[in-house]
């Protein structure tokens, strides 16, 4: 399977490593450690090194209870490391949910857009249909400042499944073909330790949709659930989390943790 995403056609015939750069002083695991151009394209050429096959940029935290960033904020973290990165020779991702930063990140030279809001926001639709940029669809119940405050569901895979079907035929209508678009099932967005678990046991249920899937469980609360560590001692469960997502049909993996993940799958 091709994704077609900007300037790349990425070939997911074998997983993929998104490599997470962080432009961000609140970010659950590495908050402040890369939240200058200089360190965040220092830490994503490190990661193209350790052999990330995309660099997830990102300049707004989306972990629980985050606060929002200021457009013009998130803009100024953001764009310089696109623009520095924009000839490292892999695709480049922003991981937005706001329209105008998807706008000004494809025009720096992103290449996919990471959208936890799935293109809810008005116009984010209309934007990435116009451009080549590939997207990632994810779920979530709620916003990062309160969905992890008492998450329900009758269902957790049917009503993942439902709503990513129902966002991919928005997308579609919308003019993006199918082959620029990934869906993510959201772990640990508006989710319990049990919905998690679920959805990664029943991850062949959302691949029943016929796109590829990214899965986002590095470091987070769910392993240091499993496993009793905190957000810094979870490199192993993360590694395992990979793999295990790889092997149940993931494509695409997203993690902190590029060499170690690199070499475990």
């Excluded at 935290?61 to 892999?90: F, Y």
């Excluded at 949910?97 to 959208?115: C, E, L, R, W």
């Excluded at 029943?202 to 899965?215: F, K, M, Y």
Aim: hydrophobic residues 45%; glycine residues 8%; negative net charge.
């Amino acid at each position: 399977m091709i994704f077609n995403c900007g300037k790349f056609q990425l070939d997911l015939s074998q997983p993929r490593v998104m490599g997470i750069v962080n432009v961000t002083p609140d970010s659950f695991s590495d908050g402040g450690k890369f939240n200058t151009t200089e360190k965040a394209i220092e830490h994503a050429l490190q990661l193209v090194e350790e052999g990330a096959d995309i660099l997830d940029i990102g300049g707004e935290s989306t972990r629980p209870g985050a606060t929002p960033v200021p457009l013009d904020e998130e803009l100024n973290r953001v764009i310089p490391v696109i623009e520095g990165l924009r000839h490292v020779g892999v695709p480049l991702s922003i991981d937005t949910y706001k329209p105008q930063v998807m706008q000004a990140a494809i025009a720096a030279g992103a290449d996919i857009v990471n959208d936890v809001c799935a293109l809810r926001e008005p116009q984010a639709l209309e934007i990435v249909a116009a451009s080549q940029a590939g997207v990632c669809l994810m779920h979530m119940q709620g916003r990062p400042q309160t969905m992890q405050a008492n998450p329900e569901y009758d269902d957790v895979v049917k009503a993942v499944k439902d709503f990513l079907a129902e966002r991919l035929m928005a997308a579609e209508q919308a003019g993006i073909d199918r082959s620029r678009i990934v869906l993510d099932p959201g772990f640990g967005f508006g989710k319990r330790t049990a919905h998690n678990l679920s959805l990664l046991n029943h991850l062949n249920d959302i691949q029943a949709l016929g796109l590829p899937l990214l899965i986002g469980l590095s470091r987070k609360s769910v392993l240091g659930q499993v496993v009793g560590l905190s957000v810094d001692e979870r490199l192993h469960a993360s590694i395992a989390a990979s793999v295990i997502s790889v092997m149940k049909g993931a494509s695409i993996v997203r993690v902190h943790d590029v060499k170690p993940t690199v070499d475990a799958l």
